[in-house]
């Protein structure tokens, strides 16, 4: 379906342009209003289209009107099919939350320009209909956070851990779109940017590509071996765009829309080798989360972990396996955030997220307590959580083709439970170690509130959550 | 500000010097000297001194069956009670008083008065030396000062949350809601108005955003930039932000410019190995030695809970361990090394261990105090049980080995060593012998802005001052302030609080006191119907004045619950014997309690069903618990077992009295008398069998005499001893009589009862100048305070005559447990308000049978005050369950001997209960023993939190939570030199007098003169006029609808009608 | 409404009343400005309570009344993909009948026991609350008819369990004690979920009537390949060791007894423990299979009866005591189960939870009990463990005493052989990465890091 006008690219650019309006607006006050503005517009018009997408019968595709790009031909630059809608919505209210739910910062406009743009470059990678804006959205993800994260003044030094990641992510990539360009433009002509016709046709040169695609995957995925920056990152970056990073997985996004499309039907080499990943992943970080001793650091290694489970479901090929990593992408990223938000209000009041140095916070704050309990539970998939269909959508999904594979995956999940307990008990709980000055303020009470309706109310009716994921699933099986 | 707090303390109590008229207890001015005097020479020596010091300060609480209230703080009894109280938060780094925040909403609502509390603070400020009008820095006095540290919460935040609080509650944007706010921000505006159009950037940076502020962050700050003309609308529309903007960034500037410190000093303390390893490594071997450890000594301890006993206990702790250690391998690194340390120590005593075990440590003899009280202060439950059964071992059960500290702290250094040991091999630290010193604790530096910017801050905002007169602050004047501050500390503070919350309570009563006290306290009616002697403690005072309303014509009496009396005493269907008698009297005559004759047949056909009943018991409780047995009895009662659990639950009261009727009928009760064998033949225990005839007459005319009983006897004299009923309860026996050693008191009444009916008895009291009309009959009785029951004894030996009289007060008892019951109950929140007298009895019934009742009575909760008196002086007063009412009549004492006694027994034991309550209060997690929900019995001599760590001591937040700390209030009808000379004579009420452990009122017998003890001298205390009293016809009609404590109120039904 | 209508509302009644009750009060608790009066609180848990007792008689009424063997309700699927549905199926048969009313009476019982005895504490509604949520997860487990959805109550009576034994969070010994429970049950119930996912692979059912063929409870068999019932019956006995604290994982459950008397009575004296009896009853017919997974569980019930019935001789506290006297009789049915005698088992379960819960309840009146005991007895001294001094040497003795008061040093080989292994690989590993992000974050010199408790200056400006 085609809408009549660029709805898409408006929604789109919408956070762009917000980021844009923060810049130059007068006071933090000013600021805020923009960002919960734009980016409770973004998610209105986001859950439209979800709902316009999923209204399609078969989990058709809504595309913005056809534009005239020269040699590139006549077509349209940004659509949503039911997977790129959902997870489109997931990343808005991600973002919502993020804006809006934060502590509030020294000055509160870069901290929002950065979200804004990194919610457009999430959002324009989501709608992309072409390959290039695509691999440039995705390769651009880290940069709004490297390039004036508000921890300049504040944080250690991170230029480094921005720059690397952003090579490492960006380099094979644009290797690997050079050499698609190269290699098939002889035989798709103009077209072999438009994702929409080049899973249909044979490839040349797809191995050295997959090697390519799967380095940036690992990459993005923060998967096994390459996974150190993403802990490092939750600890020591900006956590408002980390977290829109993590949620947003825009590494199995590429894995599932341009990687997937290039072996159909045969998971050749590449399912393997990113199950191995993520199976080393999951349970490596399930271990080293078992003895982290700061917060941020931990939700660093819970998300290689989950990310680890996620791709195993992926790479499993089977429908429920498939189904249940999309649920735990959306469910795991709406958690994550809920997690991210309270263990942020908790540095916001006590100035540390330090385990060792936390104790006893029940006492000043049992509303932040339980939210914290409540998304620790929903992240690592217990029952009444969306995590928990998610959870035992992969599980069937994998133990079915690969016992064993299976029973790791319920270790590593065992052990983030774990981790995340210990952490609860540990910092919330015990002898008064700090007391923090105020709870939960209404604000973020709303915001966390919202999130946990959407993770405990789709976990207590999931059909909801799960025919919508089943129509994405359809997405990924082209 | 003297700051001894150091665990040093002399054991030896300093005599106390008794000046009888002006005794200057000074206030904590200079530390009176707490280091050991003469050190002793050697090392064996040395550790001697150590563990007497250590056993001293450690909790001093016997088993559980035992239990009887006593100071907490009896280790410091000997210093003034601020100050010890001072020493004690450093040694036990506890709260000794309740917290500044309570304190403070009782402000609000009017428990202390603002003008009492001025009051206070000014007498402190004297006390203290202080100039009271001293200027401070030119905005304000000392005294205003301190008043606002009084009402306002001054404490500094850490820097993380006033950055909060600057970012989320714009903290430094706006300024406290007060009355003369407005009048501030428009001082302030004018100011800034004028001073804006003349600044600099640079000036205006500063004013603005503080020191280090740099003009770009105008915006993020004020949403202006750092323009005059910007500066200038923003001071038209709105000003606040930049008035109080500015306001904080002066501060912040002053801050900047004042020496800061830190507001209290932490205290040093010794730093041990196990310190030096947690902050090098990160690991507690605390966690490893002491689970292992206090396992051990609950198991050496245990008084037959488990079904084995641990073998070899005949060889003391330390050998016992070190037996059993050694009989198997070991899986534990520590472990092994503690055995392999045990080996070598195979053959050495206790003492011997522990010198080694030291030496290795490399703790020198000097430091041996501190060490060992260090170490043992950490597991005070079981270290001080050791200590406590080493001093009493009567309290042992008598098949338990005999218990010593020694080797308690035998095997904890012994455990200590070895962990040291492996912990520095293992992390490769070297050698162990050099890691104890004495260390402070490291605090950070305090920082300026949340120590000095953010109390100057806040102190503008109270005092109202404005910007212009901030400025005007010079950082000399503001060190000063802080300064002042910082000397008046929370202790400080707390004290003075605490001073004015009993100021205002002693007003209410001496004001009622005084109104209530007749013209003629000496008169007394004509005979009375019947009289009561109670116990004196203070739940009877509610049940004696009911009895009093429900039946003008009755007297009543308050006396110690053993009535003078101290047995041995075996019930009929008690186990052995049990003391009845006052703490730290060790009883003299065995007394039993038999069947009568002719109902010996009832009597053994109960003892053999009860036997056989107890052995079915015996197999069910262990039975229940092993594996074969076990099954059995799930498969055999299991299955209907809820059933029981339910009734008994779901209906206890019912369920009780069904039990009861039960009972009844399978286990015929027989009739008993006590024997009293008066040629005093020796028992098989060594004690005399009975009272003498001699002795007999002593203890009925001391208790007569004592309570004021010399003329009028009433044809009836009841004396009611007291205990209490309660199910799934722990701490049952600190719910009796305290008078009794914690036990119910019932059979001293009965045997005194009975030499008191002898007629040969009264004639030989009649020679000592006390008439008893043949026609008086004495009956002994229980008051059951629980489910306010009265039992009475001997009943058929009552003569024929007094059988109406009898009927007669047995009515007025019974409407008075009633209403007694009904009145208890106004206490309980389950219990409905608007109930009628019946429900509220009801509802205390059920609590005493009622297996989920954590609170079966509120017990001493809420005791306060101490009135030794004759009645009229109270009678008719409503004291809400809140005094312990002694009787005495100076008019027949001349000689003082009578006060002596009476205080001799009610100040210490008054006081006890009360300090008892106090710090279990103010403190519940160290001096008293928590909450009682994850209470689990050990061995039958204490309580742990679930099933690990430590005994706990002292009372649970269920007995205290509705507690009103203060000192209690004895009022004494006697004059100040009778006061004085009886205290010289007992150096114990002397202590507590006049070290301030008790608040002590001289009321003249004969003018009604009021006069308090305080700081070494009485002075008067009735100088103003009293607030009128209110007036009601009952107790019920004045308490109905309120659950609060009352302030007194005159009960006019108790007086007969006279108004 | 027909009488078979509304029986089906019922079963959907009994878990659903205790769950509302929770949500009435974790809302009121986190949403209202003043928090809800104790009253409130207890009524509304009562209400849920005593729904849930009425429902579980209805239920045995209505079993015991018709024709059928067992009450089903299907409402699937829950959500479905693709070819996987997760069935919502409640069954109610013998088995589960008996249950249903004696958990749901012990658990009024308890809640009538806890308004008083929790009165005025601090967590007086969080008790509550995790009480409520307790009895939802445990009438939803014991009402469950496919495996999936007993894992479900399962994980739930797991979590309020943690928290209910660290419910005194302000001390560090209830923290420990509930992290051990939650790391034994967090262990061993991958195990539950592993043998689910199997189950349905080999059955391709959940569904317990499904999965175990013709038949019903006690009488049905499994039709599986023998090595899939081995396989599918030791996971189960995993998970059902961690939950019913059997030998060598049980060293949880006398450190639980850290929480209010209440709870600990209901979770450890009865209904908690044997949730891991009640899913090896459940899924007996697996065990009927497999010779070696009988063996294996036979052999863990006798340690597990042996190990507690002489560590708890030599306890000396009255809680610590009754847990391992709970485990004993817990192992005794750990070994009927595995002898097959499944009538033996379930009698002998529900007489050892009505008796545990009963004493436990009343552990605090232990002393008035010896009191009273000793005074039957007229005070004549009963001498205890003599037979042991019969039957071993003085040596002997000593050395089974000691072995006895350390447990048998069976949580020591544990941590030296399972978790110190893996946690001294997480800090290899944590060091290694430390030193990674050492290359990629560089602290400012100077100024603090946001992650350290260091804030520079210009943050209160």
Known sequence: MNYPFSLIFIIVALPLLGAALVKRSSGPDHARQIGGVIAGAVLLALAYVLLDVVAQDGGGRVEDPALALGWFGVRPLFGFDALSAVLALTNAITAFAVIVGAPRSRDERPRITTLLATEGLILTMLASLDLVILALAFACLVSPAGAHGPSRREGPDTTRLYRAVFIAGALPLAAAVGLISFANLGSLGPDVFDLRVISMLPHRGASVV????????????????????????????????????????????????????????????????????????????????????????????????????????????????????????????????????????????????????????????????????????????????????????????????????????????ALNGIALIRALFRVFLGPVKIAAPADLRARELWVVAGLAAVVFGLGLWPRLAVDVVGLARLCIHV | MQSTSSRSLDTSFESVHLQTHAVRVSDPGPAPSIAPAQPPADARDRLHHALEHAA????????????????????????????????????????????????????????????????????YLHQRGLDPTQDMGGLCTRRALYAVALRVDLAPPTRAALRWRVREEQFDRRLAARADTNRMIEAGRDYLRELVTRATTAELTQRFLGPNGVPSRMGERYAIPLEIGALLRQLETDPEPLVAGSMWQTCRVLARECEVHASAEAPARTWTHRDELLNRTGRDIWEQTLPELLGWAAAYLEEGLAYWPMPGREAGFFGAVRELLLARGHVRPWIRRAVERLEQLREATATDAILTALAALGVAPEQYDQYLLELLAVTPGFAGM????????????????????????????????????????????????????????????????THAAYRLFILAQVLGLAPAQLDTLTPSAANELLDALDTFDELDRCRVFLEAYELRYRTQILDGMRSNRPAKPGLRAARPSAQFVTCIDDREESFRRHIEEVDPSVETFGAAGSFGLAIAYRGLDAAGHIPLAPAGVRPRHEIFEHPLTQDAAIGERRRSRRRRWGAFLHQLFFGSRSAVRGALTSLAIGPLAWLPLGVRIMAPRASVRALAWVGARVLPKPRTRLTNDEACGPSPRGLASGYGFAEQVDRVHALLEGIGLRESVAPLVFLLAHGSTSVNNPHAAAYDCGACGGRRGGATGRLLVSFANDPAVRVAIAARGIQIPSDTWFVAGEHDTTADRIELF??????????????????????????????RSRKFEHAALTSSAQVG????????????????????????????????????????????????????????????????????????????YYFSRVDPERFGCGTKLPHNVCGYIGVLNGTSGDLRTGLSTQMTEIHEPMRLLVIVEATPQALLAAAAREPIVAELITKGWIRLVSVDPDTGEMQLFEAGAFVACDTHEPAPLATATTSGAYYAGRREPLPPARVLAALGGQS | MSFVDLTAQVMIAVPLAPLLAFVVVALAELGLPTPAS????????????????????????????????????????????????????????????????LASTLTLIGVRFSVSYMHRDPGFRRFFALIALFEAGLMLLLE???????????????????????????????????????????????????????????????????????????????HLEPHAATLIALLFMLAAMGKAGAFPVGGWLPRAMEGPTPSSALFYGGLSVSAGAYLLLRVAPLFAESMVARVALGLVGVATAVHATIVGRVQTDAKTQLTYASATQIGLVFVWIALDLRWLAIFHLFGHISLRTFQLLRAPAILADRHHRLGALGGAHVETGRHLERMFPARLRLRLYA?????????????????????????????????????????????????????????LA
């Not at chain 3, 290359?439 to 408790?453: D, F, K, Q």
Request: hydrophobic share 50%.
């Open chain 1, 210 to 413: 997959l090697g390519l695609l799967m380095l940036t995957v690992l990459v993005r995925m923060a998967l096994l071996p390459l996974h150190s920056w993403l802990p490092a990152m939750t600890q020591h970056g900006p956590l408002g765009p980390t977290v829109l990073l993590v949620a947003s997985q825009s590494g199995a996004y590429l894995f599932v829309r341009v990687a997937f499309v290039f072996f159909p039907g045969d998971a050749g080499g590449l399912t393997t080798w990113l199950t191995l990943g993520g199976v080393a992943s999951a349970l490596y970080g399930g271990v080293i989360s078992l003895i982290q001793d700061d917060l941020r650091r931990l939700i660093g290694w819970l998300s290689v972990s989950q990310a680890g489970l996620m791709i195993i479901g992926l790479c499993s090929l089977e429908s429920d396996g498939v189904a249940g990593a999309v649920v735990y992408w959306t469910s795991y990223g709406t958690a994550v955030t809920g997690l991210a938000l309270t263990v942020w209000a908790v540095q916001a009041r006590t100035g540390t997220t330090t385990i060792a140095q936390l104790g006893g916070l029940v006492e000043s704050c049992p509303r932040l307590t339980v939210a914290f309990a409540a998304f620790a539970v929903a992240s690592v998939g217990f029952p009444g959580s969306l995590g928990f269909v998610g959870e035992d959508l992969l599980i069937h999904g994998v133990l079915d083709s690969h016992p064993l594979l299976g029973v790791l995956m319920l270790v590593a999940t």
């Open chain 2, 56 to 123: 001293h300060l450690l909790p001093d609480q016997a088993p559980l069956e035992m239990f009887v209230h006593h100071n907490t703080l009896h280790a410091l009894a000997h210093l003034p009670f601020h100050h010890a109280l001072r020493i004690a938060h450093g040694v036990y780094d506890a709260q000794v008083y309740r917290s500044e925040q309570e304190f403070r909403s009782d402000l609000a609502c009017g428990r202390i008065d603002p003008e009492e509390l001025d009051r206070e603070l000014d007498r």
């Open chain 2, 386 to 449: 050791f200590s406590r059964l080493e001093r009493h071992p009567h309290e042992r059960a008598t098949l338990a080995p005999p218990t010593s500290l020694t080797e308690f702290c035998a095997v904890r250094l012994v455990f200590e060593w070895a962990a040291v040991e492996l912990a520095a091999t293992e992390h490769g630290l070297g050698a162990i012998d050099t890691l104890v010193r004495t260390a402070a604790t490291r605090r950070d530096a305090p920082h300026p802005d």
């Open chain 2, 794 to 823: 001997d009943l058929d030996l009552l003569p024929a005559s007094h059988a109406g009289q009898l009927e007669r007060a047995r009515a007025v008892m019974e409407e008075a447990r009633t209403r007694n019951g009904h009145e």
């Open chain 2, 841 to 916: 009895l009801r509802h205390v019934e059920a609590r005493a049978s009622h297996f989920g009742e954590t609170r079966p009575e509120y017990n001493h909760c809420t005791n306060a005050m101490c009135v030794v008196s004759r009645r009229s002086l109270t009678r008719g007063l409503f004291l809400d369950r809140r005094a312990f009412l002694v009787s005495y009549d100076p008019d027949s004492d001349r000689t003082g001997a009578v006060l002596d006694r009476l205080l001799a027994i009610a100040a210490p034991v008054g006081a006890g209960i009360n300090l008892e």
């Open chain 3, 38 to 101: 104790e009253r409130v609180v207890a009524r509304s848990v009562r209400l849920g309570a005593a729904v849930a007792l009425v429902g579980s008689v209805w239920l045995a009424i209505a079993l015991a009344r018709s024709p059928a063997t067992e009450l089903v309700l299907d409402r699937s699927p829950w959500f479905e993909v693709g070819h996987y549905k997760f069935a919502a199926r409640l069954t109610v048969d013998s088995l589960s009948a008996i249950m249903l009313v």
């Open chain 3, 144 to 222: 469950a008819g496919t495996i999936d959805l007993l894992f479900i109550g399962w994980e739930i009576v797991g979590l309020t369990s943690t928290f209910l034994i660290a419910f005194f969070h302000g001390r560090d010994a209830p923290l420990a004690a509930g992290l051990r429970a939650f790391v034994t049950y967090r262990s061993c119930d991958v195990g539950l979920l592993a043998g689910a996912v199997l189950l349905h692979h080999y059955a391709h059912t959940s569904a317990f009537d499904g999965a175990f063929g013709a038949g019903h409870w006690p009488v049905g068999t499994a």
């Open chain 3, 403 to 459: 072995l006895a008061r350390a447990g048998f040093d069976i949580d020591s080989l544990l941590d030296l052989l399972l978790v110190a292994p893996l946690l001294s690989v997480a800090h290899r590993a944590a060091r290694f990465e430390r030193a990674v992000t050492a290359m990629l974050v560089r602290p400012r010199t100077g100024r603090g890091s946001i992650s350290s408790s260091q804030l520079d200056d210009e943050d």
